[in-house]
């Protein structure tokens, strides 16, 4: 059964004057650290979050349990009230509920970075994208097809995951937390290294996971390619979104 909580870190709200809100929904298995999607100084804007908490809450977030749609459903529903102009949601695997939020609520709505993927692939030519995952199997045809790609582009990604022994493993997967965050970036750095040399035709780099927005800067400077992830995706979205005074319903 999973629950929804709230963590002091995860609940703050910016001062900022003048600037729509954010209403982030988060994975509460861990406690965010700055640079991450889920922390509250990860963004120059408003935000207010909300954590999903739960003893299987990972393996429901990998295959976006439709058990655990009502949940996000109901935080964002909350976070919209309490005046969200937007709503985020910071796992990648939340890709199958993109259409069912987009329609439930009254504000627009980005359940994962990989939405970025069919604009990525429009402006990089022939070439193909790399997407480093928390875990590379969750990145299925299901997954995919949420995100806006059609079954043709799918070809043009090569896709890598952080689920094998390995610091992310034991500090994000198994919940043991973000206490070595240079590990975390070595270990992708690595990956990410590895896969370019093989793939001479990768043009950019998404970032599937929220927590592995800490790797970005590192990677666009090891490997001088684009890097994409939820900063990137939320930016975009919130650049668009107008002021407005209380609540939407």
Not at 38 to 48: D, G, K, L, M
Not at 101 to 130: D, R
Request: glycine fraction near 8%.
């Amino acid at each position: 059964m999973t629950t929804i909580g709230t963590n002091p870190a995860q609940h703050r709200t910016h001062t900022a004057q003048s600037q729509p809100m954010m209403g982030v929904v988060t994975l509460g298995h861990i406690d965010p650290v700055q640079g991450t999607a889920a922390h509250n100084e990860s963004f120059p804007w408003p935000t207010r979050w909300r954590a999903l908490t739960g003893e299987n809450l990972i393996a429901q977030a990998l295959s976006a349990d439709p058990t655990l749609y009502p949940d996000v459903l109901q935080s964002a529903r909350d976070l919209v009230a309490q005046g969200a102009q937007s709503i985020l949601t910071t796992c990648g695997y939340f890709t199958p509920y993109q259409a069912d939020l987009a329609k439930a609520l009254p504000v627009p709505v980005l359940t994962s970075s990989l939405l970025q993927l069919p604009g990525i692939l429009a402006v990089i030519g022939e070439k193909k994208v790399l997407v480093l995952a928390a875990n590379a199997a969750a990145v299925d045809a299901r997954c995919l097809a949420g995100s806006g790609l059609k079954q043709d582009e799918q070809d043009r990604l090569v896709i890598r995951g952080l689920e094998g022994p390995g610091p992310f493993r034991e500090q994000v997967l198994k919940a043991d937390g973000l206490h070595d965050v240079p590990s975390i970036i070595k270990q992708a750095s690595q990956v990410v290294s590895r896969t370019v040399a093989a793939h001479g035709a990768i043009g950019a780099i998404l970032l599937e996971c929220g927590d592995l927005c800490l790797a970005a800067q590192p990677l666009r400077a090891v490997t001088g390619l684009p890097v994409f992830d939820y900063i990137t995706a939320a930016s975009w979205l919130q650049s668009s979104v107008p002021v407005t005074t209380g609540p939407r319903r």
